[in-house]
């Protein structure tokens, strides 16, 4: 959260185009991270893809509810995971066109 709320030595840091979270994390756990984002006008227009081991109906359900873009099922083997990342990079990073003006309220 530092990092995208420019704090400490994130200071100088970019604007990220894309948040992969998942849910299993310590400390904080992904629901909290993406309920402070998606409550921060200066954030909440970031898209946030859920990558994740859990397949829960309950888990994908609420990150629905709480506004991230997508729920992706992390998989098992090397080769599927590395064909989601250049599918998420082909399709978020390459395809989406992002509003560029600058976010003033929150976070910087």
């Not at 921060?40 to 990558?51: E, F, H, K, S, Y």
């Not at 859990?54 to 509810?65: M, V």
């Amino acid at each position: 959260m530092a990092f995208l709320k420019y704090q400490g030595s994130y200071v100088d840091v970019p604007r990220p185009h894309l948040i992969l979270l998942d849910l299993c994390m310590p400390k904080l756990g992904g629901l909290e991270v993406l309920v402070q984002i998606k409550s921060d006008v200066g954030l909440r227009t970031i898209p946030i893809a859920v990558l994740t081991t859990s397949c829960r109906e309950t888990d994908i359900e609420k990150c629905y509810q709480l506004m991230a873009n997508c729920y992706l099922a992390e998989p098992k083997e090397l080769a599927e995971f590395e064909s989601l990342v250049k599918s998420l990079n082909d399709f978020w990073l390459t395809r989406v066109t992002f509003h560029r003006t600058p976010y003033t309220v929150n976070s910087r």
